[in-house]
């Protein structure tokens, strides 16, 4: 996965053949912010000054801004599930929350 990243930030990117351009917006945070370029360059450039106008912005209206991830997430499973992941976990000598982690970061990798 190619990602474009600016003071923890990440982009989602999508080309625009009605608008012959790159189009942007910032991925994970609540706020809508979008940005544009019609080459890669221009795109960088339009991703970090959309970043820093969106910290300046939320500074100035004493706001605190959206941040990408805390790092947390709360995950619903069926007991049976969550029985087989603790024991797999147990069974590895890790806690469920770190076997989980190495699963996904597996898969995302793989992806």
């Known amino acids: 996965m190619n990602t474009m990243t600016h003071k923890s930030y990440a982009a989602r990117v999508e080309y625009s053949e009605d ?8 991925a994970g945070i609540r706020d809508a912010i979008g940005f544009h370029g019609e080459s890669v360059a221009e795109l960088r450039t339009a991703f970090i000054e959309a970043v820093d106008d969106y910290l300046m912005t939320c500074e100035k209206l004493g706001r605190e801004p959206n941040h990408p991830y805390s790092g947390q997430f709360r995950l619903r499973l069926k007991p049976e599930l969550h029985a087989r992941a603790a024991i797999a976990a147990e069974t590895k000598g890790k806690s469920l929350n770190t076997w989980v982690s190495e699963v ?8």
């Open 19 to 26: 608008d012959k351009c790159f189009i942007g917006h910032i």
């Open 104 to 111: 996904i970061e597996r898969s995302i990798a793989s992806a």
